[in-house]
């Protein structure tokens, strides 16, 4: 096995130290003046970690993540296959996107089927669901707003649909402030 080697990864490893923050840490403890550093100096992944799922289709081998298109590392080596992150062909939208990590093949079309979700002004969200061939091209894109906001971890789809798993989600706007301080991670 080895790291993926995304951007943030190399200049993480170069420093010595975390630089990012995370869904899940902060480069330090909310103490002793930490989560002053955490909401001042540390940076939020832009890339992203590509850290929760790999899935190897047609002839890519695609390392995901939660926050952000996947990456593309050669099945061989392991290695990383450019340095940015893979958006099939300008086909999914580039920058700070959520393209979940649980990236679906069917088993009859082989076709490729990934999620993304964004966020409307009303704090709403929308999800695109994009569906590829084994040539990496958009064959299908539909999209939706929920009716409230919900966290979506997993989805399917079947011959005529897609299934989305949609948890009711809240926010709490004295966490939204300790993030935004330094004090806590998102989750």
Not at 15 to 25: E, P, T
Not at 102 to 120: I, P
Not at 133 to 141: A, G, I, P, R
């Amino acid at each position: 096995g080895k790291y993926v080697k995304t951007n943030e990864y190399l200049e993480e490893k170069e420093a010595g130290y975390m630089i990012y923050r995370g869904i899940g840490s902060n480069p330090y403890p909310g103490h002793d003046l930490g989560a002053v550093r955490n909401a001042i100096f540390s940076k939020m992944q832009g890339g992203g970690p590509a850290n929760t799922c790999v899935l190897e289709y047609s002839d890519k081998l695609f390392a995901l993540w939660e926050g952000g298109p996947p990456h593309i590392m050669d099945p061989e080596t392991l290695e990383m296959i450019g340095n940015e992150p893979y958006t099939f062909n300008g086909q999914i939208p580039e920058g700070p996107v959520q393209f979940l990590a649980h990236t679906r093949v069917d088993q009859v079309s082989n076709h490729l089927l990934g999620c993304n979700t964004s966020y409307t002004g009303r704090g709403l969200a929308r999800y695109t669901m994009y569906e590829f061939n084994e040539n990496f091209e958009k064959v299908h894109e539909a999209s939706f707003t929920a009716d409230n906001m919900y966290f979506i971890h997993d989805f399917v789809f079947t011959p005529s649909y897609y299934v989305l798993i949609l948890n009711p989600a809240a926010l709490q706007w004295s966490n939204l402030i300790k993030i935004g301080l330094g004090f806590q991670p998102l989750m």
